[in-house]
């Protein structure tokens, strides 16, 4: 059986799913087509259904409870870090609300948790590529990153106004902040949806166990990175968290959700479910 399994093109993304890619696990007679695209277009694209398997925003998925479940493995939590509001030149929290900002999607986690931070802002949505060029030039005020931007915005000249993992932790006692989750389509069978939850746990272990190899194949998807900052980009994003959410994960997207909502932001309350191997 043939599915399509949407993923970012980005390092951790290739590095969780390099076992698949290459044939070094189980799929248990599953085949699978990797399609890749930025988070905000893999949003968007479950929105319509067109994917069996595919990573989704936290926040895009309050909206897509009814047709996806949630996988309990290939999270992208953040954990005491995040994405970053950042600027030319030094700016304040406050001086944010007033900026034209660029975001990645208006369905990302990043952006729902940049409006619990500002409420209603200006915001300009950009390929997540291309955010720091626009801060950069000057297209816009302050930007929002994601993905190895996090780690990589000094080098283009530019400074962090507020770590939105920092703020998150600092607000929720220690909860890891939820960004992307794997998602599985709910009218596949009962059994392919079990088989699926059990060869993706597969493969991001054996990522784990087999890091250099795999590193080496995210690489290619690196985007300039050195190895060792690809490393680092991949630690942080690809862990014991991505390899099963387990109750401190889960109640990191419970309360995520739950204040999105309380604030307005998402539909709600929500009944989480997850997929069983």
């Known amino acids: 059986m043939k599915l399509r ?15 698949l890619a290459k044939d ?5 007679g599953l085949e699978f087509e990797h399609v890749l695209e ?9 929105e319509r259904g067109e994917l069996e398997i595919t990573a989704l925003s936290v926040h895009a998925y309050a909206y897509l409870h009814d047709r996806y479940v949630l996988l309990p493995h290939g ?24 900026a034209r900002i660029a975001v990645p999607g208006l369905r990302t986690s990043a952006y729902l948790a940049a409006r619990l931070v500002l409420g209603e802002f200006n915001a300009v949505v950009v390929p997540f590529d291309r955010i720091m060029d626009a801060v950069r030039d000057g297209d816009v005020d302050a930007g929002l990153l994601i993905h190895e931007g996090q780690l990589t915005y000094a080098e283009a000249g530019l400074h962090e106004v507020l770590n939105l993992g920092v703020w998150w932790r600092d607000q929720t006692e220690g909860l890891p902040l939820p960004l992307g989750v794997n998602v599985v389509r709910r009218d596949l069978p009962r059994d392919v949806i079990q088989r699926v939850t059990r060869v993706l746990e597969r493969s991001i272990r054996h990522g784990l166990e087999h890091r250099a190899p795999a590193v080496r194949h995210a690489m290619r998807w690196g985007r300039g990175l050195e190895t060792s900052l690809a490393d ?7 862990n014991d968290l991505t390899l099963d959410l387990g109750a401190r994960g889960r109640a990191g997207i419970v309360e995520f959700l739950r204040r999105g909502h309380a604030a307005g932001l998402v539909p709600g309350p929500l009944q989480l479910e997850f997929a069983a191997g």
């Open 75 to 98: 999270a992208s939590m953040g954990d005491g870090y995040g994405p970053l509001f950042v600027a030319r030149r030094p700016m304040t929290v406050d001086a944010l609300r007033a």
């Open 38 to 46: 930025d988070i905000e277009t893999l949003n968007q694209r479950a």
């Open 24 to 28: 070094l696990v189980d799929c248990e």
């Open 5 to 19: 399994l949407g993923h970012s093109p980005d390092p951790d993304d290739a590095f969780m799913f390099w076992a």
């Open 232 to 238: 680092r980009f991949i630690g942080m994003y690809v």
